[in-house]
């Protein structure tokens, strides 16, 4: 079961892994490519996933997304037993679901989200807008992006982006070092250094662009990917028609909303249009078998 359960992670975030390893090796090139700097990459990259993984990781993404636990009677009687309702029969296919907890971000935009191993989060905008089935089809949404292991991708990939981010400082402290050092050595020679230095720059800023570019539309493409899974999860769990009633809403309510061709290159979930149609017509096949 345990070997099933990494396959299916390794199928569902291939992007996510194979990114996080392009991220090491660059930052393990730029810091030298020498048995200290992989050491040194090894020791941080071990040291950022235990963190990650950890309590401590998950509480720090709680802060930094504005998530906080449930604190008013109204938030407690309506979403708790909500919420365990559904985790109940997510248990009944899925054993070995983790104890997950329902948060709220004071927010009036109408979303969620899962994050870490053990946080679901909804908006107050969401609480507010969605009926108790609709929301109960986006929560499930949220779960399927715990059971597929989405959320620890998505952590292994911030912490890929993190040793890549430090392997970038340290050439940029090494440009700031060179323009002074060798600038005042070279007075005779002091406009052609400069100009050399300049344009040493400017190609580090950009194979910087269009790795950092490449990267964000590659790991988008994965994204999208596991929304249409988590969708699938959502339906698989008998709550596709409230899923559907739910992102109909969201569909209307991002009317007007036209986004450029590199923002929907890079963007995280698919067109609300498209995974839509994906469900029903799933509901068409299911329809078609039982007649």
């Given at each position: 079961?345990?070997?099933?359960?990494?396959?299916?992670?390794?199928?569902?975030?291939?992007?996510?892994?194979?990114?996080?390893?392009?991220?090491?090796?660059?930052s393990f090139l730029i810091l030298g490519a020498n048995g200290y700097s992989f050491a040194i990459c090894l020791v941080l990259y071990a040291i950022s996933l235990t963190v990650a993984l950890s309590p401590l990781g998950e509480w720090?993404?709680?802060?930094?997304?504005?998530?906080?636990?449930?604190?008013?009677?109204?938030e407690k009687d309506y979403l708790i037993p909500l919420f365990e309702e559904i985790c109940e029969e997510v248990k009944q296919d899925y054993p070995n679901l983790p104890d997950l907890e329902i948060c709220i971000m004071d927010s009036l935009t109408v979303n969620a989200c899962?994050?870490?191993?053990?946080?679901?989060?909804?908006?107050?905008?969401?609480v507010e807008t969605f009926t108790e089935d609709?929301?109960?089809?986006?929560?499930?949404?949220e779960i399927g992006h715990i059971v597929h292991g989405d959320t620890k991708a998505a952590l292994l990939n911030l912490i890929g982006n993190g040793l890549f981010s430090i392997g970038v400082i340290i050439i940029k402290l090494a440009l700031l070092i060179l323009d002074l050092l060798l600038l005042p050595l070279f007075n005779?020679?002091?406009?052609?250094?400069?100009?050399?230095?300049?344009?040493?720059?400017?190609?580090?800023?950009l194979i910087l662009f269009a790795?950092?570019?490449?990267?964000n539309i590659i790991l988008s493409i994965n994204s999208r990917s596991n929304e249409y899974s988590a969708d699938y999860f959502a339906y698989k769990m008998a709550?596709?028609?409230?899923?559907?009633?739910?992102?109909?809403?969201?569909?209307?309510?991002?009317?007007?909303?036209?986004?450029?061709?590199?923002?929907?290159?890079?963007?995280?979930?698919?067109?609300i249009a498209k995974r839509i149609g994906r469900l029903e017509k799933l509901e068409i096949i299911d329809n078609d078998f039982i007649q």
């Open positions: 079961m345990l070997f099933e359960n990494i396959l299916d992670f390794i199928k569902s975030n291939i992007l996510y892994i194979v990114w996080s390893i392009v991220n090491f090796t660059i720090i993404l709680r802060l930094i997304n504005g998530v906080r636990k449930l604190y008013t009677r109204r899962a994050m870490g191993r053990h946080t679901i989060a909804v908006t107050r905008g969401a609709e929301l109960k089809g986006i929560l499930l949404h005779e020679t002091k406009g052609i250094t400069a100009l050399i230095t300049s344009f040493i720059r400017f190609v580090f800023n790795f950092t570019l490449t990267g709550y596709g028609e409230e899923l559907i009633s739910a992102l109909y809403l969201l569909q209307k309510m991002s009317l007007g909303k036209n986004m450029k061709l590199v923002q929907r290159m890079q963007a995280s979930h698919p067109h």
